[in-house]
């Protein structure tokens, strides 16, 4: 599922400036249900990197159709799967279960909404003007950072990977610090069948203390967009493959 | 850069995206009026009130905050709304028949109670809840705060949370200029059987979405965004995919 490039152990990296853990608590349980390592300031920028390389050569180059395909199938992965889905809202949010399958529907719609109709909204616009024939294309803008809230997890970043992902974009995650799990899950059925899996759709780290450094140095041609930690989001690592792991659910 | 989250995040993440010179789009936290004008189906009027409230217990950006009562329907509705929230009991999220949530987090708990803490200090009267339940969960009991005057600090407040601020006006001017009284403007609702009287309301309050007759809610094929402090550009629907393109204008001779 995951790039193996990508894939670094925790405590393996020598520039992790600071060894911090963020923690899923359960807020019916109270109880601790996850811990999760950070990114390193090293993993972020190959995150960057990839995902500006992904969207040059590999994303943005594809048709219209072959994009559809993929975004269908996520939508097919999610009401496949829609109950388990649901349970990791409300674990890692509190969110009343009936609510959560709601939510994993609407997600749904969302992504089949503009795999369905991104052809036409983004069909070229002839302009009757002065002078010359004139048309307006639409293309692809680059690598789009999305930072996204816990309080409809799935939701939110359909909202976001939806269009981007049909117009050409590849996009990066910034996830609230609690909800790992849920863009883990998110996750792993957009990479199903990519060859260039571990770019479309990243998460991505903003390291709660210190600065992550000038991010927009790894991709300095590209869309992408970086930044310094400066709010109060903190952020982890999910490592995606460690949810495998954990569960054995196995994308694969 | 596209960000959905609190206005202290949007700020820093829209400053440091204007650095870079890249676009970005916030949508921001919202505390918008659900407003029962005095010709309102109650039933209606309640039930989407109640939801609009309680969905995702109440932590949702376009949820009904600010409920704007005109005064010949106000005592009715605050009733039949008291009576509605009173019957949401806390439990287990995961069983299908429990009716309370708890709040995502114990500093979302915690950030609530203190504004509830604040909003009686300022003179605010607390009709129903605004209590932790003694027991297992980050709960918070619905709530219904009234006589929250516009000097109280928590008056321009976002409650992400099931409390609802109650208040009680006259004409459909006064609606609209409470309304406004806002740095948010997402999403609201307006109830009346005078669909015309709504829709002139509507125009006037700055906001970026308003629904007649139901609570704000969304939908693949609805813009979503707000205005003011609640942020900038459009998710979803035609609108959303236009964002983050480039609208490329060729030309030939």
Do not use: S, Y
């Given at each position: 599922l995951l790039n193996e490039r990508l894939v670094i152990p925790s405590g393996s990296v020598s520039n992790r400036r600071i060894e911090v853990s963020y923690q899923t608590i359960n807020p019916f349980t109270e109880k601790l249900a996850k811990t999760f390592p950070e990114h390193s300031d090293a993993e972020m920028k190959a995150i960057l990197a990839q995902a500006d390389e992904t969207f040059r050569n590999d994303w943005s180059q594809l048709s219209l159709a072959d994009r559809k395909a993929v975004l269908k199938e996520v939508v097919r992965l999610f009401r496949e799967r829609r109950e388990e889905y649901a349970q990791y809202i409300t674990l890692e949010m509190g969110k009343l279960i009936t609510q959560a399958r709601g939510e994993v529907d609407i997600s749904a719609d969302i992504l089949e909404y503009y795999a369905d109709n991104a052809e036409a909204f983004l069909a070229p616009e002839t302009l009757t003007v002065a002078g010359g024939e004139v048309v307006v294309e639409n293309a692809p803008l680059g690598v789009i950072f999305c930072i996204e809230p816990w309080n409809y997890p799935y939701y939110q970043l359909a909202r976001v990977a939806g269009p981007n992902l049909m117009v050409g974009n590849t996009v990066i995650v910034k996830h609230a610090p609690q909800r790992a799990a849920v863009r883990a899950r998110f996750r792993a059925p957009v990479h199903?069948?990519?060859?260039?899996?571990?770019?479309?759709f990243q998460r991505v780290p903003i390291q709660r203390t210190g600065s992550t450094g000038d991010c927009r140095s790894a991709c300095p041609r590209s869309g992408a967009d970086g930044q310094r930690a400066g709010w109060r989001s903190g952020c982890r690592r999910g490592g995606p493959g460690t949810q495998e792991e954990h569960n054995g659910t196995g994308w694969q | 850069v596209a960000l959905t989250g609190s206005e202290r995040a949007g700020a820093a993440v829209a400053a440091e995206a204007g650095q870079a010179l890249k676009k970005s789009t916030m949508e921001l936290g919202g505390s918008d009026a659900f407003v029962v004008l005095d010709d309102a189906d109650m039933d209606k009027a309640v039930e989407w009130a109640v939801w609009g409230r309680m969905e995702n217990t109440g932590q949702c950006c376009v949820a009904a905050k600010r409920l704007i009562l005109q005064e010949a329907i106000a005592d009715e509705f605050v009733r039949r709304f008291k009576d509605a929230l009173a019957k949401y009991a806390p439990g287990d999220p995961t069983d299908e028949n429990t009716t309370l949530a708890p709040l995502s987090s114990h500093g979302a708990l915690v950030l609530v109670q203190r504004q509830i803490d604040q909003a009686v200090e300022g003179g605010a009267k607390i009709t129903l809840g605004g209590k932790r339940p003694d027991r297992n969960g980050f709960f918070i009991e619905p709530t219904i705060l009234e006589n929250v005057t516009a000097d109280n600090p928590v008056y321009h407040q976002e409650f992400f949370a099931p409390v609802a601020m109650i208040f009680r006006v006259k004409t459909d001017d006064d609606v609209v200029k409470l309304a406004n009284d806002s740095p948010y403007g997402l999403g609201g609702s307006i109830i009346s059987r005078d669909v015309e009287r709504t829709k002139r309301i509507a125009r006037q309050i700055d906001t970026g979405m308003v629904f007649i007759n139901r609570a704000c809610w969304t939908a693949p094929d609805l813009p979503f965004g707000g205005v003011k402090n609640s942020g900038y550009g459009k998710e979803l629907s035609e609108l959303g995919i236009g964002e983050f393109v480039n609208k490329k204008l060729i030309r030939v001779a």
């Open positions: 199903r069948r990519r060859r260039a899996e571990g770019a479309l | -």
